[in-house]
């Protein structure tokens, strides 16, 4: 691999409006929100990155502000002029700060752009080269859609008859407490075999256990989450009493905590998304034993731009990846996107992961500038509180 030497970081706070809100039981937000990476290195190369904390702590603690100081105070001062041979090398490099994860991968992801280019290779083939060889890439993701919390049952249903009309093979539904069983017995009447899953985005306590278990008779693909964002030990209670498989998101930080879950038997399918754990090294680490234990794994999604979702596309396109992921097409989310071309849904529920040198698709940076200056411009923080 030819190295690349770090020349200049700039990082661009962004609000991008959104084609429709994704309400979840933490609540909805008014914009994406996030931090774009640009990288210079020494050759003339630019690698791209993007963090995607939200406006206030509620997937994580981490929020736009947390994730510029971390960068620029912390992170960014220990690339300037290091000579990289392998993205691998960064998560070392970092080890002084702990946590902040996204925004440590947002860094790390602009430096696999830039090797990858670099090299002229393609994220796919990027990520591979760090695996056995029996793990090449697909050249795409089998994808799901996200749908959120919405006001009936009936509305609910108008959107997933859109939903399978564009094509996604798997339905993601957002629940809460009050808004669960009722939910998935009316879809289910209407769609008795859909491919359907629930994410509970930690709304559910032990206490809840009883209650839970009557979502085992609507045949789902798992339940995402149901109990404490950070619990590891709890669902390791609740997994034996459901036939529903559980699947853990935000309480797998590391590869550490998933060989944790698995030992105590708390999950029996990962959702696993590279900004939670720090970047795409640590994710490597994470596949691996998905691999090795034959645990079904996805690629989860923080409604990314085209720069994240590209280099999710790349990584989710590896074999392990077993389960629709996450990733839905660009007119899900954005219109416009930074990024061009978009990406599209294609047959089988698929999105092809980009075969061009790094991320593979061209940052607009006229959009880029509006969506930065629209973080500026409208207040964001201040018109959310």
């Not at 290091?82 to 790390?108: C, D, N, Q, W």
Request: contains cysteine; glycine residues 8%; hydrophobic residues 40%.
């Amino acid at each position: 691999m030819k190295p690349i030497t770090i020349k200049s970081i700039k990082l661009y706070p962004i609000a991008m409006s959104l084609v429709e809100t994704l309400k979840t039981s933490s609540g909805d937000e008014p914009f994406k929100t996030g931090v774009v990476v640009r990288l210079e290195a020494d050759n003339g190369i630019t690698g791209w990155g993007e963090a995607s904390p939200e406006i206030a702590p509620g997937y994580n603690y981490e929020t736009v502000g947390t994730a510029l100081h971390i960068m620029s105070e912390f992170l960014v001062p220990v690339l300037l002029g290091e000579t990289i041979e392998s993205a691998t090398e960064v998560p070392a490099l970092f080890s002084r700060v702990r946590g902040h994860h996204m925004a440590k991968y947002s860094l790390e992801a602009a430096v696999w752009d830039a090797l990858a280019k670099t090299n002229e290779m393609s994220l796919m083939q990027a990520f591979a080269a760090h695996l056995p060889k029996e793990h090449q890439p697909r050249g795409y993701a089998n994808v799901g859609v996200s749908i959120g919390i919405k006001p009936s049952v009936e509305e609910t249903l108008q959107v997933i008859e859109k939903r399978l009309g564009q094509g996604y093979g798997r339905i993601k539904l957002k629940i809460e407490p009050g808004w669960d069983v009722e939910l998935a017995r009316g879809v289910r009447k209407v769609y008795p075999d859909i491919v359907m899953m629930l994410d509970a985005n930690s709304a559910y306590t032990l206490a809840d256990t009883e209650h839970l278990k009557q979502l085992d008779e609507f045949n789902l693909l798992m339940i995402e989450q149901p109990l404490g964002h950070d619990d590891i030990y709890e669902h390791s209670k609740l997994q034996p009493q459901l036939n529903t498989p559980i699947c853990l998101d935000e309480s797998i930080l590391s590869a550490n905590d998933l060989r944790l879950a698995l030992d105590l038997g708390a999950c029996r399918i990962l959702n696993l998304k590279p900004a939670r754990v720090g970047g795409y090294t640590e994710s490597l680490e994470i596949y691996k034993i998905c691999a090795e234990q034959k645990l079904p794994l996805w690629i989860g999604g923080l409604m990314e731009t085209g720069i994240g979702r590209s280099a999710n596309l790349a990584f989710a396109s590896l074999p392990a990846v077993t389960l629709p992921c996450d990733i839905s097409a660009t007119d899900r989310y954005y219109d416009p996107d930074l990024t061009e071309p978009p990406f599209v849904l294609g047959a089988n529920s698929r999105i092809s992961a980009p075969t061009a040198p790094g991320i593979g698709v061209e940052v607009q940076r006229d959009r880029l500038e509006a969506a930065a200056q629209r973080w500026t411009a409208e207040g964001v923080y201040k018109n959310y509180f």
